[in-house]
């Protein structure tokens, strides 16, 4: 059975707490203010993947929150979408000091995070914005300048998405013509949008034959009932998945009783931060 929208959308704030704490790039952990998770509809059919967190993001916890993300508003009305219509992320999830490029190794320890939010949410269309989100989701170092506006199906983490690059809308606040270049790609994304999803590739559940329970897998361990067909293990993660971030919610509520009123809306858990509605 696949997960159900609930399913998925606590799963989601599950990966999100999981984030929240994270410290897998030394430096970026110790400078940022705030993990800049993602924010928008849980549901969305468009996704938009950044670069990282600058700083008016860093201090608010949310992405494209200045100039750029200003841009950003204007292009999807003009194409009649709002922001919470959509979702709204980035490759790095911190910040990385006076905004240099992100390093390839921070790079690879944050894509999880992006590939599960890819999985939850099941967009129809993921819009990279400049170099370093399409380098990384088309796994091939061609630049942006080459690729803007053209669309492909490709495979991300397990989901068959139309993959469709354009420059980052921060280049476009340095250079007035790339504005027209990026109204003109904006201008494809409903098309996109209508086209029926791609075929989706056959979960790896499904591929690998599974072993009833007590029977033996190809290894020769015997196979426990919580993974055996019919209880597939897939279905468990999205349930530790679930109670992880009820856990989490629950703590975080807690916590906010002891702080005062102000501070506690600042701090206010998921629901804030991924605009789940
Ligand atoms: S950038 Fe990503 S992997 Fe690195 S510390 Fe932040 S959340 Fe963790």
Not at 183 to 201: H, I, S
Request: proline share 9%; charged share 30%; with cysteine.
């Amino acid at each position: 059975m696949p997960p159900t929208k609930e399913e998925r959308r606590e799963a989601l704030k599950a990966v999100y707490h999981q984030a929240k704490g994270c410290t897998s790039c030394p430096q970026l952990a110790a400078t940022r203010t705030t993990v800049v998770f993602g924010n928008g509809n849980a549901d969305a059919d468009l996704m938009f993947v950044g670069e990282a967190p600058g700083a008016n993001e860093d201090r608010q916890g949310l992405p494209f929150v200045g100039q750029a993300g200003k841009l950003l508003d204007t292009l999807l009305g003009e194409i009649g979408l709002s922001r919470p219509e959509v979702w709204v992320c980035n490759v790095l999830k911190c910040r990385p000091p006076g905004n240099r490029d992100p390093h390839p190794a921070e790079i690879e320890a944050c894509q999880d995070y992006l590939l599960r939010q890819v999985e939850l949410i099941e967009p129809r269309v993921i819009c990279t914005l400049g170099n370093f989100a399409t380098k990384l989701l088309r796994g091939d170092p061609t630049g942006i300048t080459r690729l803007h506006g053209r669309e492909e199906v490709r495979v991300i983490g397990r989901r068959a998405v139309r993959l469709y690059p354009i420059f980052h809308p921060a280049a476009a606040l340095y250079t007035p013509a790339n504005v027209e270049v990026l109204r003109a790609d904006f201008a494809r994304l409903p098309e996109l949008l209508a086209l029926d999803v791609p075929p989706q590739p056959k979960p790896a559940i499904e591929e690998a034959a599974v072993p009833d329970a007590g029977e033996e897998d190809p290894a020769g361990q015997a196979v426990p009932e919580a993974e055996a067909a019919g209880s597939p293990a897939e279905d468990e993660r999205y349930r530790i998945e679930a109670e992880r971030a009820a856990e989490s919610g629950a703590e975080a509520d807690a916590d906010a009783d002891e702080r005062d009123p102000e501070a506690a809306r600042e701090l206010e858990p998921a629901a804030v931060q991924l605009g789940l509605f």
